[in-house]
Nanobody, 117 residues
Framework: VQLQASGGGLVQPGGSLRLSCQVS????????FGWFRQAPGKEREGVSCISGSDVTTYYADSVKGRFTISRDSAKNTVFLQMRDLKPEDTAVYYCHAFRLDTLTNFWGQGTLVTVSS
C-alpha cells in the first residue's frame, strides 16, 4: 500500500499549487480520500475530502472557494488544487484514504507547502 503525495513547494501569497496523491496497493474506487495538513506547532486538521461513490466533496471553511479536490480513477490519483494561497496555508499536507464499510484507512507521507514572500 502506498500513497505518494507530491506537488508541494514554496509559493508567494496569492499563488497556486496542485498537490497530487498517487495510490497503489488497494482498490482506488472503493475509498474516499482526504487531505489534511499540519502547521508547525499545531495539530493536524482536515482540509478537504472526496467520497468514493458519488464524488461528493467537502471543504474546511478556511479553504472554501480557494481549494478544489478531485480524483482520477484512470490515474489512481487524488488532486488538491490550491489557489490564492495565504501564509496561514503553510503546512505539511497529507493524503489519507478511508473505506467506510471496512474502516480501513491509510496515510501517505506529507508534502510541504510554504507560502511566503
Amino acid at each position: 500500500v502506498q500513497l505518494q503525495a507530491s506537488g508541494g513547494g514554496l509559493v508567494q501569497p496569492g499563488g497556486s499549487l496542485r498537490l497530487s496523491c498517487q495510490v497503489s496497493g488497494f482498490h482506488f474506487d472503493y475509498y474516499a480520500f482526504g487531505w489534511f495538513r499540519q502547521a508547525p506547532g499545531k495539530e493536524r486538521e482536515g482540509v478537504s475530502c472526496i467520497s468514493g461513490s458519488d464524488v461528493t466533496t467537502y471543504y474546511a471553511d478556511s479553504v472554501k472557494g480557494r481549494f478544489t479536490i478531485s480524483r482520477d480513477s484512470a490515474k489512481n490519483t487524488v488532486f488538491l488544487q490550491m489557489r490564492d494561497l495565504k501564509p496561514e496555508d503553510t503546512a505539511v499536507y497529507y493524503c489519507h484514504a478511508f473505506r467506510l464499510d471496512t474502516l480501513t484507512n491509510f496515510w501517505g507521507q506529507g508534502t510541504l507547502v510554504t507560502v511566503s514572500s
